[in-house]
């Protein structure tokens, strides 16, 4: 499988919504402002990738600093182009690599997305916890380490809002 699989397409459908976590020493979102679009390469988990494979061009992404101080919700980005094959898996001098993955039956996939706004404020980890209208939300779950994960649409919304985003997203799909 080279890239994912073919689906029903609706130019109709409202957007799903996602989160996507980058360590901004790696990606940054003022990275993906000063190039305008950029893949998502190097996820190594199933998960994951298979909620890559799902995604659509248009969906909106919660671009997402991790490992950082403070950690949150940094800006909006939308997908750009929709999951295929993620080239560093079969080059050995990547960090990517996986000796197990076959051209003809790649394992990872990636993603473009391109810049719909940097937030004018961060929305924290700590703030997205303190919010009982985003309970419920992934991230906020002990354990989910997830780097791609689904977000409902009232969350993204929401954290929008916060942040004083000039992106109006709907409450609900």
Same mark, same amino acid.
């Given at each position: 499988m080279t890239t994912a699989p073919k689906r029903e397409r609706d130019s109709k459908r409202d957007p799903s919504y996602w989160l996507m976590k980058s360590e901004p020493d790696e990606f940054s979102i003022d990275d993906l402002v000063k190039k305008?679009?950029?893949?998502?390469? &190097?996820?190594?988990?199933?998960?994951?990738?298979?909620?890559?494979?799902?995604?659509?061009?248009?969906?909106?992404?919660?671009?997402?600093?991790?490992?950082?101080?403070?950690? &949150?919700?940094?800006?909006?980005?939308?997908?750009?182009?929709?999951?295929?094959?993620?080239?560093?898996?079969?080059?050995?001098k990547s960090e990517y690599y996986d000796p197990k993955s076959k051209k003809d039956a790649p394992r990872w996939m990636m993603v473009d997305v391109e810049i719909v706004e940097k937030l004018p404020r961060i929305v924290t980890l700590a703030e997205i916890k303190d919010d009982p209208e985003l309970a419920g939300m992934l991230v906020t779950k002990k354990g989910m380490r997830l780097s791609v994960q689904p977000v409902e649409a009232a969350h993204a919304s929401r954290i929008a809002k916060h942040a004083g985003a000039k992106t109006l997203l709907p409450r609900s799909t």
């Open positions: 305008g679009r950029g893949s998502w390469d &190097g996820v190594r988990n199933y998960q994951a990738r298979n909620h890559m494979c799902a995604m659509r061009v248009g969906d909106i992404v919660l671009f997402y600093h991790s490992s950082t101080d403070p950690i &949150g919700v940094v800006g909006l980005a939308r997908v750009a182009r929709e999951a295929y094959t993620d080239p560093t898996q079969f080059d050995p």
